[in-house]
């Protein structure tokens, strides 16, 4: 009886160990762990102090327990809920690019890393045909460290590259634009890497021809695809509601629909006011520059005017001055010299106006002009580099051009003096860079490395004595 029982056991445990060895869930090659955010290439935007909190989602497969999260040299530990789904936060993560590491704590060889997770600075590209790209080169970002990033218009995280605005994929119609190109993007990204050492990315919303009031936010157009600013608020929201900057590159369809100067900085603000009550995000807003035969030197002063009076209010802050880079007849900055000088202009607004980098330049802006005699002396906020003969004054009196016989910048900085032929007459306007005459000048530069061109102005009054 004894032997029967001992043969009837074994024969259970046999069986039992059959069904258990046919379980799938059991098989260590068959469990894995899946990463659903963040994605390779993905930056979340820093705060203030460099940090940035991290949330990882992802889920179990074939594997239960707890899940041990690492990035950036943050750890945490959570659990799996019944589904294998599970939630980490690692905060205060530093600023810079890691790998990513999620692993089984009862099966550490069961474990999923994700490469190219960065902690740095998003930026918003937004406006129309310059913001989007029209060059033929395209062009690439260089850092022996860091890789860019941006969320293109498909909705995928990957490395950045031109076309930046590429409708490949498109999910959001109404910013399509099939004209996107080479664009500065990639080269302002090779500044920023080299300057802040940390991760950057572009988010792409421009659309080509578009004016100021197809952004307004309070817009109720029965539009099937969408508003152009609720297109940019959902990715704003995709890519995690924060964003170091919306990049404004905007304005020469309204300076070819002579918009009235009021009018687009009211709308210009109105943007503004709704990107920072929606996200806390700044706008940095470019004067337009160089224009074609399309356009008038009316219409261009007025857009160039209103931007400059919008700069410092409702969030909005200083852009790259874009006036003196000829353009050749064109519209768009399309040979690769001047696409990369808009580039280091753009770089050098963002560091110092987005990034609080001081030491960075700023263009000089006039605060004076004063007639002495036939001497017109314009003083700026700023040191200028010395120079002569430098170009794209223009001075009338009563309407009447003025012939400017000699001008240098004084070496003392700040002041350019302009020698008039006569002695004007009547009232006296002086302008920098109005309409097409400052570009491909030598205009006057502040003297740090980045050589910033003095505003343009257009019809300043000038002090004359006793008036």
């Not at 307004?216 to 152009?228: I, V």
């Not at 020469?252 to 943007?271: I, M, W």
């Not at 790259?320 to 202009?345: C, E, M, Q, S, W």
Request: net charge positive.
């Amino acid at each position: 009886m004894h032997h029967r029982i001992v043969v009837v056991t074994a024969v259970v445990a046999t069986a039992l160990a059959a069904v258990v060895l046919s379980q799938p869930a059991v098989s260590v090659a068959r469990a894995r762990i899946a990463v659903v955010t963040p994605r390779p290439w993905q930056v979340v935007q820093r705060g203030a102090d460099g940090r940035a909190d991290l949330v990882v989602r992802g889920r179990c497969m074939g594997v239960r327990g707890e899940v041990a999260v690492s990035c950036g040299g943050r750890r945490a530990t959570v659990r799996c809920d019944r589904d294998g789904d599970f939630r980490a936060r690692l905060t205060r993560v530093r600023a810079g690019q890691f790998t990513l590491i999620a692993r089984s704590v009862l099966r550490p060889r069961v474990v999923c890393r994700r490469r190219l997770i960065g902690i740095g600075d998003v930026y918003v590209v937004a406006g129309q045909s310059n913001a989007s790209g029209r060059s033929p080169f395209t062009f690439s970002y260089s850092s022996p460290t860091l890789r860019a990033s941006m969320f293109g218009n498909d909705d995928r995280w990957k490395e950045l590259r031109d076309p930046v605005d590429s409708n490949a994929g498109q999910v959001d119609a109404i910013s399509a634009d099939r004209h996107a190109r080479g664009s500065v993007w990639p080269v302002v990204a090779t500044f920023l890497l080299a300057e802040e050492h940390v991760p950057v990315a572009f988010v792409p919303c421009a659309r080509g021809s578009t004016s100021i009031a197809v952004w307004d936010p309070a817009s109720k157009a029965d539009r099937p695809a969408g508003t152009c600013y609720a297109s940019m608020a959902r990715r704003i929201a995709a890519v995690g509601g924060k964003v170091r900057a919306v990049l404004w590159w905007q304005g020469e369809r309204d300076a070819r629909r002579r918009t009235p100067g009021p009018e687009y900085k009211a709308a210009l603000q109105g943007l503004s006011d709704r990107l920072w009550r929606d996200f806390r995000t700044p706008l940095l807003v470019a004067q337009i520059g160089d224009y074609d035969e399309r356009y008038t030197a009316q219409g261009i002063n007025t857009v160039r005017r209103a931007q400059a009076e919008a700069w410092g209010t409702s969030h909005i802050l200083s852009g790259p001055v874009l006036y003196d880079i000829d353009l050749h007849g064109n519209v768009h900055f399309t040979r690769p010299a001047d696409v990369k000088l808009a580039a280091r202009r753009w770089a050098a607004a963002v560091l110092r106006e987005v990034l609080g980098r001081t030491a960075v330049a700023a263009s000089p802006r006039l605060v004076d002009a004063e007639l002495i005699g036939r001497e017109l002396l314009l003083t700026a906020d700023g040191e200028l580099a010395p120079s002569v003969l430098p170009h794209g004054f223009t001075v009338r009196a009563d309407g009447r051009k003025c012939a400017v016989e000699a001008a240098a910048v004084e070496a003392a900085g700040g002041v350019v003096r302009l020698t008039l032929g006569a002695q004007p007459t009547g009232e006296v306007r002086v302008s920098l860079g109005e309409g097409r005459s400052g570009a491909g000048a030598s205009v006057p530069v502040e003297p740090s490395a980045w050589r910033l061109p003095m505003e343009p102005f257009a019809d300043r009054p000038v002090r004359c004595p006793g008036s």
